[in-house]
């Protein structure tokens, strides 16, 4: 029986990689004096992958890579100009509207009557409690987990922390590598509920979905009819 029903925040519940895409493109047209935007963009994406373990995820992290990014391309001689717009990019994306997902607030409103509901993210924890408190959903849910990495040890703690067996908790994401793969291979549940955009970093190997017993949903609003048929 389900007893917890997680789910992922950014590109689940709300809108998110646009977002980043969008400010992307504003870098490259920024940078555009000193380099093709497809090595400006190459380039940020080796960055961000680089980065990841020194600043981990969400908007203040992309900034900083965008912001070394500049002074690696430009051999150091990007602007102070230029660096004080890629700052302004970043202080916008933290404040952008939170703009929920078709069918967000009547699956959450509706699985919330009947089970416990918690929020596993990845990211800014002052980023990331802003966009829930914004998104009018915070009373819908019973706790909040901000992780800097979704593995099969960080959901495992999760589990074990609540008194909980894998099999009682059920995971939901758009993404495969960080919502899907990790819980069902402890023994979870797991939905996976694919969003128009992904990130690169955050696709995963096809040899690894053989191994994993996983349900595929073409949006939110079907999630509670699933739960409610699940054992």
Do not use: C
């Amino acid at each position: 029986m389900i007893r917890l029903v997680a789910l992922d925040a950014d590109d689940t519940l709300w809108h998110n990689e646009p977002l980043f895409t969008d400010t992307q493109a504003r870098f490259s047209a920024l940078l555009s004096r000193h380099t093709d935007p497809e090595v400006i963009e190459q380039r940020l994406s080796e960055t961000e992958i680089r980065n990841l373990q020194h600043y981990g995820y969400g908007v203040k992290a992309f900034t900083l890579s965008m912001v070394e990014t500049a002074i690696e391309l430009t051999g150091g001689k990007v602007t102070g100009e230029e660096v004080a717009e890629i700052v302004r990019m970043g202080r916008e994306m933290l404040h952008a509207p939170v703009d929920l997902l078709d069918g967000v607030g009547e699956a959450v409103r509706e699985l919330s009557e009947s089970h416990d509901l918690m929020i596993v993210t990845k990211g800014d924890l002052l980023d990331q409690e802003t966009k829930l408190a914004r998104s009018g959903l915070g009373d819908f849910f019973t706790d909040v987990s901000v992780v800097s990495r979704k593995d099969r040890a960080t959901y495992e703690g999760l589990v074990a922390g609540r008194g909980l067996d894998p099999a009682e908790f059920l995971m939901v994401g758009n993404s495969l590598r960080s919502d899907v793969v990790p819980v069902a291979e402890m023994g979870g549940h797991a939905v996976h509920i694919p969003y128009t955009e992904t990130w690169a970093h955050e696709k995963v190997d096809a040899a690894r979905l053989t191994s994993v017993r996983y349900h595929t949903l073409p949006r939110i609003h079907d999630l509670p009819e699933l739960v409610r048929g699940l054992p």
